[in-house]
């Protein structure tokens, strides 16, 4: 099963507004990220997570906050966001670059986030 | 810092026609090479990699190329159908860490 679930699959919400995106996997993979697209152009790294740490944060504003509560999943909360943030914000996960290879990043189907 | 140059922008070729996607790559300690067809609307998805000890990878009608010389991979599309149609991304994994670098993407059209 190389499958990464994600909810909600779209997501409109206020500049005001407080939210959760989910990601979740059950392949033993224990590297997850964050990334956000633009249309027509490509995933952009926002976080990763290996071992359930906080290993990488790509300088992205604090109204983006990530968190991993186990193994198989990954959260991030979303506040006071601005219009320029909509995008779809995907997760991936991975086998974990410390067993000696950085193993296949398998993406999940996104969420569509619209701020208004 | 660590970037990916992906050419062309966009390719159009007639159905059955082979499409080729070329991308080169700054750091010198990267050692993992996948590619990603992303349709409309849809996640990204790995086709094929290629890792730094080998210089060619195939799967079916697909290939990935690798001269580590020259910092360049590409992809080899052959007898393309119109469902080969979408973007396609080429990445790069950096020295450290769980890190791709993703190139800006290709548009495949493949007209029938």
């Known amino acids: 099963d190389t499958e990464v679930t994600q909810t909600p699959k779209h997501l409109v919400m206020g500049m005001t507004n407080k939210k959760s995106l989910k990601c979740e996997q059950h392949?033993?993979?224990?590297?997850m990220y964050w990334y956000k697209q633009k249309a027509k152009k490509p995933p952009e790294l926002m976080f990763v997570?290996?071992?359930?740490?906080?290993?990488i944060n790509e300088s992205v504003p604090s109204r983006f906050s990530p968190e991993c509560p186990n193994s198989s999943l990954l959260n991030l909360h979303l506040h006071a966001l601005q219009p320029e943030d909509s995008a779809l914000y995907l997760c991936?996960?991975?086998?974990?670059?410390?067993?000696?290879?950085?193993?296949?990043?398998?993406f999940g189907p996104g969420t569509r986030l619209t701020v208004t | 810092g660590e970037n990916v140059e992906q050419h062309p922008s966009t390719l159009s070729v007639q159905e059955g026609d082979s499409a080729v996607i070329k991308c080169t790559y700054s750091?010198?300690?990267?050692?993992?090479f996948p590619w990603y067809k992303q349709e409309l609307g849809k996640r990204p998805q790995l086709i094929i990699d290629?890792?730094?000890?080998?210089g060619e990878k195939k799967d079916q009608r697909i290939a990935v190329t690798l001269n580590k010389t020259a910092k360049h991979f590409s992809l080899h599309i052959t007898e393309t159908q119109p469902e080969d149609s979408a973007v396609y991304f080429c990445?790069?994994?950096?020295?450290?860490?769980?890190?791709?670098?993703f190139g800006a993407g290709t548009i495949l059209r493949v007209k029938s």
């Open positions: 990445a790069a994994s950096i020295g450290y860490g769980n890190k791709l670098v």
């Open positions: 997570y290996s071992y359930e740490k906080l290993s």
């Open positions: 290629i890792r730094s000890n080998v």
């Open positions: 750091d010198s300690a990267s050692n993992y």
């Open positions: 991936a996960s991975s086998q974990d670059k410390k067993t000696g290879i950085l193993g296949e990043q398998y």
């Open positions: 392949m033993g993979h224990r590297a």
